[in-house]
């Protein structure tokens, strides 16, 4: 396995070093920290909205914020943008248009760049995403969870169904690339009911679904205060099942754990995140991965939005809560955590292309996973056999630095 292509892929150099030929696509991540309320199972950077947006504020910060990380994408064309949060459908139409007329002065967007908004069923206003529509953004990503009103309120949120299908009408309206979120494995939701919830997002025929398990994640209302009525694991298993089997009869491609797109309807920057791209990431809270000739950088900024908005409009980094290079032993956990989450993988030739190392890094383990069933024998792409996808965090330890041979 994999003999086919190491002529050409074991170059005569220090397999520990990073040298990269040519930088990965980049994307940019815009964060906006605001909701109406925080919801008890989210463990997002997001925070209740005062009664008036500091919009300008914000906008000044997050000016501020870019100009500072511009020296490290100088020239660099930027293929998709993401506003996510948070609530960024909170955002004026005024204040989200200087947002993307800044980015568009500073930045080399790609011309068919994918822009994609985050909005929230309860704040969807039909002129406002008209307006949004026109300042550029090109994709909806609609965070509906549930039509039932019931589980609604139980995950707090601030819409109820008939609002979810309304907001899924307006930006279908005003744009051709929509994405709805779904949470399954809710209290009290039987098989029937999460078959009602994928039955109605199915009838708008959105090109793109997420569908994501619900988790009781760390340091969220839920995990100290487990709401009552969770399935049990054969009954959460039977649900996911049952999506996989009726989104693949819809016509839906599972392309990635938990994305399904209609042909052709693949999240452009979702796909760079988990095909190791790089990506800026402004705003509070917001993380970044960027590739230099020799090495690989993570930096964040600082979550509390006063405290970053106070910080950016320094200008000397102040507002940054983290600025490291990654270790050359991390790269191939880190390049595997993201590329195998996709069901076809990666080219073999990506894992040179991303990380800057040399592919004999990693080969050992590469075969030692292929040995064990994990990983496919497929000397062109790296992906997870149907075993390794099933027990994909195993797969993916197996190349913590610890575990490499």
Request: proline letters at 7%; glycine letters at 6%; aromatic letters at 10%.
């Amino acid at each position: 396995m994999f003999s086919s292509i190491e002529p050409i892929r074991l170059q005569p150099r220090d397999p520990s070093r990073v040298q990269f030929q040519a930088l990965p696509p980049l994307s940019l991540y815009v964060h906006v920290p605001w909701c109406v309320r925080k919801c008890p199972y989210c463990d997002f950077n997001s925070h209740r909205a005062p009664a008036v947006l500091p919009e300008a504020e914000y906008l000044e910060a997050l000016k501020a914020d870019l100009e500072q990380s511009l020296p490290l994408i100088w020239g660099r064309q930027v293929v998709s943008v993401f506003i996510g949060g948070g609530t960024p459908s909170l955002l004026s139409a005024g204040t989200l248009d200087a947002m993307l007329a800044l980015f568009r002065a500073y930045l080399p967007l790609l011309p068919d760049a994918e822009i994609t908004l985050e909005a929230n069923p309860g704040t969807a206003e039909a002129q406002r995403f008209k307006d949004y529509a026109r300042s550029g953004v090109n994709r909806f990503s609609l965070g509906v969870q549930s039509f039932h009103d019931e589980a609604l309120q139980k995950l707090g949120r601030v819409h109820d169904g008939a609002q979810a299908r309304q907001a899924i009408e307006m930006a279908q309206s005003v744009v051709q690339r929509v994405n709805v979120d779904l949470m399954y494995a809710l209290p009290g939701q039987s098989l029937a009911l999460a078959q009602a919830d994928l039955a109605t997002a199915l009838s708008f025929g959105p090109e793109h679904l997420s569908l994501y398990h619900l988790t009781l994640e760390p340091n969220t209302v839920f995990a100290k205060y487990p709401p009552q009525g969770l399935p049990d694991d054969e009954l959460a298993l039977d649900i996911q099942e049952w999506l996989i089997e009726r989104t693949a009869e819809a016509g839906y491609q599972h392309y990635e754990i938990s994305a399904y797109s209609l042909p052709g309807g693949q999240s452009r920057h979702n796909r760079n995140y988990w095909q190791f791209g790089d990506y800026l990431g402004i705003g509070p809270g917001a993380h970044s991965k960027l590739s230099f000739p020799d090495r690989i950088v993570r930096r964040a900024t600082t979550r509390n939005p006063e405290a970053w908005m106070q910080a950016a409009v320094k200008r000397d980094a102040s507002h940054l809560a983290e600025d490291r290079t990654v270790a050359v032993e991390e790269l191939p956990f880190e390049f595997m955590l993201n590329a195998l989450r996709l069901k076809d993988g990666v080219p073999a030739s990506y894992y040179e292309e991303r990380t800057g190392q040399s592919l004999s890094y990693v080969l050992p383990t590469i075969r030692r996973c292929i040995d064990k069933g994990l990983l496919a024998a497929d000397p062109q792409r790296i992906r997870a056999s149907e075993l390794g996808w099933r027990f994909l965090n195993d797969l993916q330890a197996e190349f913590l630095p610890d575990s490499l041979q």
